[in-house]
């Protein structure tokens, strides 16, 4: 078995210098990095646009490409890239303002960073940033955290001060990390249309060279970038790297076999263990920050308000066996905050698989057994529809140990999958009796969009004004302690309310030839490639 | 064949292109979801972001209204901006039609070429070894799903012997004529042979009907050569039912083939077709459609002109 486990190898970190920033000191080992070479990887979904802001996929290109101030390392720990350090209360970077409403976060930007063009990086690209993304005439996703800003000043060229409208703790986890836009190339331009959206200018490690749409994007060394290794070595190591758009899993499982791809992430778990086997190839798990969950709809059937009914299924469901059904790879939990987090709370009510019980717990709710098989109360059947993605194959495979762990304690559960937008649609809106399915979050996730009543993917119906208070609480403070404090006890209510069953974490697979140095994976939705500078390839 | 006749079927055109754009449109648009809702996979994507998204796309008015601007804006060759990329809908196509006509457009013609022999052949040799062999590849290659034959392909010939590469359209970094081929030369190959199964046994079929006609006893009677009875009295005749299958595979040169773009990552209008499906990216859509609709009616055309150069009894007036 060469499968690896890396993640949770906790790489040494002395923080507060630059050059532990991302992975560039891997397991305490410098070997002689060679220069050059090229890195193919596959990509399984076809670009829309290069931009980080508008694009609807993860920026896996874009990461290589563009910088921001601050960037989460593999423990989804922000780290500085632009910026000299990540701003906290502890260092002054943050100062929260007397009444406690408001607050200024200070960035110190590192001196003679170029564009990759030649140009200065200055403090007056950042500002340019936060006015293009707010703008109303982009048409962009990823606006979040524009609006928390009110003006943001530039006393010098290495100096930005932000001033924002309310306490943000969340305010890294978006419009500085995603990456900072040039201003000298930008400024008046349309972002809807403008050339950048296939050929970005950043700061970071690659350049674009060519972007052909559907078939593949080039890029090359950044002549410019400004880090060096521990050596003095300028960065990044690699000559090239090729992202080739493969659209169909099999195929892309061909292009690793015959060496056409050497870096390919997402690989079904079912391939797993034949490209385990493949001379040349590793296979590595990366923890991503996702949760598998069943969600009850409690503006659906009556019985699912029942939290009986509720205990009943979670202690039916063995999550040990669904991972099983996965190959064995996604890591069973208790609670809707992934382990990599300081605040997952492990001492949350638990619901170990318990089949007596959740008999025992369905009989005193007055459901008794029909000639069937399944419970009836009052003539009302415990029959219910199961929605997951339909294609989503490990969601598939999961639905069915749901099914087959149900029915064993008395309850029908009949598959009602739907693909796409109508997925999505039903998702929003509640169309579904239980759903099964996975989020993944950014480095600080906000909870309050799932589980607060008015949480824009609360779908489910789920309220409780407790829980709406905890989650304000933690989103409005940057006391680690007030915050960790709210987000441990919003779990333990979570689970003595059950809306939802937290079943498995669900690792990303990564198959990457042995030749990777450097190479380590990041379970943010800032994508693997977020620090491709110390990646090379052994001769 | 008159000139007027021709021009009456083109002016019958518009008409039903358009009955067919209304048809696309609203059968589209019955589709559950939008074309944002890709953003919503995405947790932290905010109410006001995809609302203002909305209105810049003009998704916030009524079906009808923004139907007529869009017909309105089509006729006149404003084909709108891609919702996905924000890029000009005719420049999304005219970059993929390139790999789309190269890939059906030799497919196609490797196809033609290889089954009507093959039909005429199997016919002429009814129920020898030979007849048996073709009959079996065709059953084969009609009954055989194109994903496993083409994963069967990739294993054999670029996972284990190394002669072909697996997906794409041309080495990075060398885009020369013959590396081209190599990439073409699988996909071609497995498009081709759908093809080749399907139109060699209707070319089978009505050739073994035709034989069977009077004129070709009388010719045979007549003591003409059996190559002449063959190739100057059937032959023309058995085409014709064949010409109506090809003309409607016609078509799929310029609409693209979904499985195998996909599985071959070619970079052609099919994969844009499902990438914009997915994403619900109506304006690209639209034009995929129409421009698929436009060639199946200009196809259907053709086939007529075909007949009547095929068959001396058919006018056209």
């Known amino acids: ?539 | 064949m008159s000139f007027s006749y021709l021009l009456k079927r083109l002016a019958g055109m518009l008409p039903l292109l358009l009955g067919v754009s209304l048809i696309l449109f609203g059968v589209l648009h019955l589709a559950p979801g939008g074309p944002l809702d890709v953003y919503a996979d995405n947790p932290s994507v905010t109410q006001e972001a995809l609302e203002q998204m909305r209105r810049a796309f003009g998704l916030d008015k009524p079906l009808p209204v923004q139907y007529l601007s869009w017909v309105l804006a089509f006729f006149q060759g404003e084909w709108g901006f891609s919702i996905r990329t924000a890029q000009p809908v005719v420049q999304e196509i005219l970059e993929r039609l390139p790999a789309t006509l190269m890939l059906s457009g030799t497919a196609f013609l490797v196809a033609l070429l290889v089954a009507i022999p093959l039909g005429v052949v199997s016919a002429t040799r009814r129920y020898s070894g030979v007849d048996y062999a073709i009959t079996l590849l065709s059953f084969l290659g009609i009954s055989m799903p194109v994903f496993w034959l083409a994963l069967m392909l990739q294993l054999l010939l670029s996972v284990q012997l190394r002669l072909l590469p697996s997906a794409g359209m041309l080495t990075i970094g060398d885009g020369s004529l013959p590396d081209l081929l190599r990439h073409l030369a699988m996909p071609a190959f497995i498009l081709a042979f759908a093809s080749v199964a399907g139109w060699s046994r209707y070319m089978r079929a009505s050739m073994v009907e035709v034989m069977g006609q009077d004129y070709v006893r009388t010719a045979r009677a007549k003591g003409v050569s059996s190559r002449r009875v063959i190739y100057a009295h059937a032959f023309r005749n058995a085409l014709i039912p064949v010409v109506t299958v090809v003309a409607l595979d016609f078509a799929s040169v310029l609409s693209g083939a979904v499985i195998t773009e996909t599985i071959f990552a070619w970079p052609g209008i099919g994969r844009l077709f499902i990438d914009s499906m997915n994403g619900r990216d109506y304006p690209v859509l639209m034009a995929i459609l129409m421009v698929g609709s436009f060639a199946l009616i200009i196809s259907n055309l053709l086939a007529d002109l075909a007949y009547a150069a095929i068959d001396p009894r058919i006018r056209y007036a």
């Open chain 1, 1 to 539: 078995m060469k499968y690896q486990q890396r993640v949770g190898h906790s790489v040494r970190r002395t923080s507060g210098t630059v050059a532990l920033s991302l992975g560039i000191l891997l397991s305490g080992m410098t070997l002689a990095q060679q220069r050059g070479g090229t890195l193919t990887v596959g990509l399984g979904y076809d670009i829309d646009t290069l931009n980080v802001y508008s694009t609807g996929y993860l920026g896996d290109v874009q990461a290589a490409v563009v910088e921001g101030l601050v960037a989460p390392d593999q423990k989804a720990r922000y780290v500085p890239v632009l910026a000299t350090r990540v701003p906290t209360v502890a260092n002054g970077g943050i100062k929260v303002a007397a009444d406690g409403k408001s607050m200024v976060v200070t960035y110190q930007l590192r001196p003679n960073v170029k564009w990759s063009d030649g140009q200065p990086f200055t403090s007056a690209d950042v500002k340019f940033t936060w006015e293009a993304v707010k703008n109303p005439k982009f048409i962009a996703e990823s606006k979040d955290g524009t609006e928390d800003i009110s003006s943001i000043e530039t006393p010098t060229p290495l100096t930005v001060v932000v001033n924002y409208k309310r306490v943000a703790p969340d305010f890294a986890s978006t419009l500085f990390t995603f990456g900072i836009l040039p201003k000298h190339t930008l400024e008046g331009k349309d972002l809807n249309t403008d050339v950048y959206n296939q050929q970005p200018l950043g700061t970071g490690p690659f350049k674009v060279t060519e972007y052909r749409k559907g078939q593949y994007v080039i890029l090359d060394r950044n002549p410019y970038y400004w880090r060096k290794d521990k050596a003095g070595v300028q960065l990044p190591y690699l000559d090239r790297m090729i992202f080739k758009i493969i659209p169909d899993s099999n195929t892309m499982v061909t292009q690793l076999k015959s060496g056409e791809v050497q870096l390919a992430y997402g690989v079904p778990y079912s391939q797993v263990s034949q490209l385990d086997n493949q001379p040349g190839l590793n296979v590595i798990k990366n923890s991503v920050l996702s949760w598998q969950h069943l969600d009850f709809n409690l503006k659906g059937p009556a019985p699912l308000r029942d939290l009986n009914v509720r205990k009943a299924f979670a202690y039916a469901i063995n999550k040990a066996t669904v991972s099983k059904a996965l190959g064995g790879y996604p890591t069973p939990i208790d609670t809707v905050v992934v382990p990599v987090f300081s605040y997952s709370n492990k001492l949350v009510p638990k619901y170990p698989y318990d089949p007596a019980k959740a008999k025992a717990l369905l009989d005193a709710a007055g459901y008794k057994p029909g000639p069937d098989g399944i419970r009836v109360k009052d003539g009302q059947r415990l029959s219910f529809n199961i929605m997951v993605q339909a294609g989503r194959s490990t969601d598939e495979d999961a639905e069915q140990v749901l099914i087959a762990s149900l029915k064993a304690v008395g309850v029908e559960l009949k598959p009602d999958n739907k693909s796409g937008v109508a997925f999505r649609d039903a998702r929003y809106k509640g169309g579904y009796d239980l759903f099964y399915s996975g989020w993944i979050t950014a480095a600080d996730p906000t909870y309050s969009v799932f589980f607060g009543s008015k949480g824009v993917n609360n779908g489910q119906g789920y309220s409780n004004p407790a829980v709406d208070a905890l989650l304000n609480t933690a989103e409005s403070s940057l006391d680690p302690q007030v915050r960790g404090k709210a987000l441990r006890d919003f779990q333990t209510l979570l689970m003595q309310d059950l809306p939802t069953i937290p079943i498995t974490s669900n690792p990303s697979m990564i198959a990457v030839t042995d030749k990777l140095g450097g190479f380590v994976p990041n379970p943010t939705n800032m994508t693997n490639f977020v620090n491709t500078s110390g990646w090379y390839l052994k001769k």
